[in-house]
């Protein structure tokens, strides 16, 4: 019984440390996205995917050594798988956001809202499992 204790107070401290990384990582995508788009002029959609992708690359930076600890030195490899679970993620996260948003007539806001803690467990638990396994 401690020892499984153990392994969810681990698990526990390690999606609180990869929402933190998340977090980062939104201000990167926000941030990316308005510079682009704002600032630079570019498309709301390519300035979109920048953003998207400079987030999803930071976060597996800092995914890799803080919340994982990752010593695995195929980072290429676990890059691409990364990015892999980011842009299902990503569908998860669209399609979740459309179906209660548009569907059931949910807030946008509120099913926005969902659609990310979906999303979040969805991303955590396939890194977990696929890249940093």
Same mark, same amino acid.
């Given at each position: 019984? #401690? !020892?499984?204790?153990a392994i969810d107070k681990?698990?526990?401290y390690k999606f609180i440390k990869f929402g933190i990384v998340g977090c980062s990582g939104m201000i990167i995508d926000f941030g990316t996205t308005y510079l682009c788009k704002e600032i630079l002029k570019i498309? #709301? !959609?390519i300035s979109s995917g920048i953003g998207f992708i400079l987030a999803a690359t930071s976060n597996y930076f800092l995914n890799r050594a803080w919340t994982f600890e990752s010593a695995d030195e195929r980072i290429g490899s676990q890059y691409l798988q990364f990015m892999i679970v980011s842009i299902i993620g990503l569908g998860i996260n669209s399609l979740t956001l459309y179906f209660l948003n548009e569907k059931l007539k949910w807030n946008f806001y509120f099913s926005k809202l969902l659609a990310i803690g979906i999303t979040t467990i969805w991303n955590f638990f396939a890194n977990l499992?696929?890249?940093f396994a």
């Amino acid at each position: 019984m #401690k !020892f499984l204790f153990a392994i969810d107070k681990l698990l526990i401290y390690k999606f609180i440390k990869f929402g933190i990384v998340g977090c980062s990582g939104m201000i990167i995508d926000f941030g990316t996205t308005y510079l682009c788009k704002e600032i630079l002029k570019i498309n #709301k !959609f390519i300035s979109s995917g920048i953003g998207f992708i400079l987030a999803a690359t930071s976060n597996y930076f800092l995914n890799r050594a803080w919340t994982f600890e990752s010593a695995d030195e195929r980072i290429g490899s676990q890059y691409l798988q990364f990015m892999i679970v980011s842009i299902i993620g990503l569908g998860i996260n669209s399609l979740t956001l459309y179906f209660l948003n548009e569907k059931l007539k949910w807030n946008f806001y509120f099913s926005k809202l969902l659609a990310i803690g979906i999303t979040t467990i969805w991303n955590f638990f396939a890194n977990l499992l696929f890249t940093f396994a």
